[in-house]
């Protein structure tokens, strides 16, 4: 079966944060997405957008930190708790318009990972998909 590579703009609430190139769902029954990120390069226009590039920096310098067998503990990411990592602001847009609430994704060097976000956790908020 030949694979179908999609391409998203990766949104945290109304800010875009990147895009996100070569996108494919992996197989099984997670649901669990992969592709090549960019990341937005236009400056930072507040605290908001900069807080999300900085949780991208910061996510790929910790795997690569654990790559390099560096003593890296998950407690780090608290400093992204409250406004990132549970926000629920997270969301891929396809080239149609189309918006999915993601799980907060994870970056590793230039790539994404993410999960749809299961509905209960955003029931009764519009754009969970459209």
């Known amino acids: 079966m030949e694979r179908v590579s999609l391409h998203f703009a990766l949104r945290h609430g109304p800010i875009s944060v990147g895009e996100i190139a070569d996108a494919f769902c992996g197989e099984g029954a997670t649901q669990t997405w992969f592709g090549q990120f960019a990341q937005c390069t236009a400056p930072a226009n507040d605290t908001t957008e900069k807080r999300a590039r900085d949780f991208v920096a910061f996510c790929k310098e910790w795997h690569a930190r654990l790559d390099a067998g560096e003593d890296v503990d998950a407690s780090e990411f608290d400093l992204f708790f409250g406004d990132l990592l549970e926000s629920g602001l997270w969301a891929v847009q396809s ?6 609430a993601i799980d907060t994704p994870v970056f590793y060097a230039d790539e994404i990972t993410w999960r749809p976000l299961a509905k209960a956790k955003r029931s009764g908020e519009p754009g969970t998909t459209s």
Do not use: E, L, Q, R
């Open 95 to 100: 080239p149609d318009g189309a918006v999915t």
